[in-house]
């Protein structure tokens, strides 16, 4: 395949990324409550709950709280400090607000769908450059847009585009991260240039990674362990003079990180005090080591790999050990190691995929389906690479690759198969945050928008009553009552 044809056809994969996109998002009638926050947030609001006893409202005026004003058009210093008393860094809020900015007083799912989607392209692209460098045989271009098109149609990744949060933000920056690690192991004896390109990109991603949220930096931190590793593997048993730039690497990153703890210094505060940072320490250090797996595991069994997630694994473990077993034969009867199943780069990304998947699981809190967000950023690595790597042992077994001229029956079973769970997927409802059960509500709410809505809450968890907002939106007069203090009484004759 030609270069020229192969762009063209990762130019498809992203326009079938992109229509699943629309498709979905025409599809997605409410939001999840941490999109509400999301929204008013980064229209420069700090909180919206009622106050007092008796509080009246109208639609328009609660859908005021979730657009951008003439007064917080890009007001950046105002979104930051908001974020700053909250749990999460500032960048992703501070995108979507010049994006609402562009359209002051106006709100449209579309904001966060539209900008998620840009991520999400960005990503997907990044996938396809990853397993393209990732491999050097004549059917690296077949294996890239393979691993490109199951992201591209991975339910998953498309709930990630739906969900207004920053999470495909943190996609975007592990893909780009994976491009640039990639491109390391094979360069890292290259050109001063070329290495120290490498590094600041590899440096600003962790900064920017950073300030988009913290568990993003999981896999970035194994898979620049694993190249340290590596290279001081390399240097001990080959005596290459490669450990000064392992040194300058690393201390890179760790400079991209620390410049933005200095750029949001309520960052220390997040991940060692509050609610989540104080949550996620106690269950890393006081649950045993497999007990939140077990708890999160159906979530990912079934969101990730539609109910076949042990099948899936065994196959990808078998693949690797068969391609360990390939090298040693190989190395036994004194031959090169020819077309490699088992790379180094395969087994760092491996690992790093599943401590991170760990880690999250004993890091996050448990909400159901929804506690899907946090994998994501594992799922950019895991999915591609084990398509990657089942592909690539059958094709190796098979042998019949001879310079670039392949057998295209093998290829195809094969993309079957391994599209076959996302295809399913789609089929079950397993893209999240549509919210399509809540279309009579709303067909029921404008219908009966004249009539006043009487909203009842409690004072210790008011902000619920922003959980049901497009809801009430419609109507012509909210009146919200606490039903926890006795002194209330309802006056209004409505």
């Not at 390939?326 to 599943?354: M, W």
């Not at 448990?366 to 990657?388: E, H, K, M, Q, W």
């Not at 409690?458 to 926890?484: C, G, H, K, L, M």
Request: proline content about 3%; aromatic content about 16%; some cysteine.
């Amino acid at each position: 395949m030609s270069k020229r044809r192969f762009l063209g056809m990762a130019a498809a994969v992203l326009a079938v990324h992109m229509a699943l996109i629309i498709i979905y998002g025409m599809q997605k009638i409410a939001f999840h409550e941490d999109e509400y926050f999301t929204y008013y947030t980064s229209a420069g609001y700090e909180a919206i709950n009622p106050y007092g006893s008796i509080q009246e409202k109208s639609g328009a005026e609660l859908l005021g709280n979730f657009v951008v004003r003439e007064e917080h058009r890009f007001d950046f210093s105002t979104v930051t400090a908001i974020q700053a008393v909250d749990v999460h860094p500032p960048l992703y809020y501070l995108t979507l607000n010049f994006l609402m900015s562009l359209f002051p007083n106006q709100f449209y799912k579309w904001f966060g769908i539209l900008l998620n989607s840009v991520y999400s392209l960005a990503a997907c692209g990044g996938v396809i450059f990853f397993l393209y460098h990732l491999d050097r045989s004549g059917h690296r271009y077949f294996l890239a847009l393979l691993g490109g098109l199951l992201y591209a149609v991975h339910p998953a990744m498309i709930s990630n585009v739906m969900f207004t949060r920053m999470y495909s933000m943190s996609v975007m920056w592990t893909a780009l991260y994976m491009d640039v690690f990639v491109l390391l192991m094979r360069n890292y004896l290259g050109s001063r240039k070329r290495f120290a390109a490498l590094t600041l990109c590899g440096a600003g991603i962790c900064y920017f990674a950073f300030l988009t949220h913290y568990f993003c930096l999981y896999v970035l931190f194994f898979l620049t362990l694993g190249f340290c590793l590596y290279a001081l593997c390399r240097k001990a048993f080959r005596g290459e003079k490669c450990l000064v730039r392992m040194l300058v690497y690393g201390a890179s990153l760790s400079a991209g990180i620390g410049l933005a703890v200095l750029t949001f210094p309520a960052s220390l505060e997040q991940i060692f005090g509050g609610y989540q940072g104080e949550g996620a320490f106690a269950t890393l250090f006081e649950t045993d080591l497999f007990y939140m797996y077990r708890l999160f595991r159906p979530v990912l069994d079934k969101n990730f790999f539609t109910g076949w997630m042990y099948p899936v694994v065994g196959i990808f473990a078998v693949c690797l050990f068969l391609g360990l077993a390939v090298r040693i034969k190989r190395r036994r009867e004194g031959k090169a190691p020819g077309d490699k199943i088992l790379a180094p780069s395969v087994l760092i990304c491996t690992v790093s995929g599943f401590i991170s998947v760990w880690l999250l699981c004993k890091t996050s809190q448990f909400l159901g389906d929804s506690a899907s967000r946090y994998f994501y950023t594992a799922a950019v690595l895991l999915l591609p690479l084990i398509a990657y790597v089942i592909s690539k042992a059958a094709f190796v077994l098979e042998g019949r690759f001879e310079g670039n001229r392949p057998v295209w029956l093998l290829p195809a079973v094969l993309s079957l198969l391994i599209l076959l769970p996302a295809a399913v997927g789609h089929i079950r409802g397993n893209v999240l945050f549509l919210y399509r059960e809540k279309a009579e509500t709303l067909a029921y709410a404008r219908e009966n928008a004249q009539y006043p809505l009487v909203m009842v809450f409690n004072q210790d968890s008011r902000y619920r009553t922003w959980y049901i907002a497009n809801e009430a939106w419609p109507f012509e007069q909210v009146i919200f009552v606490r039903n926890d203090e006795e002194a209330t009484v309802l006056e209004n004759e409505a």
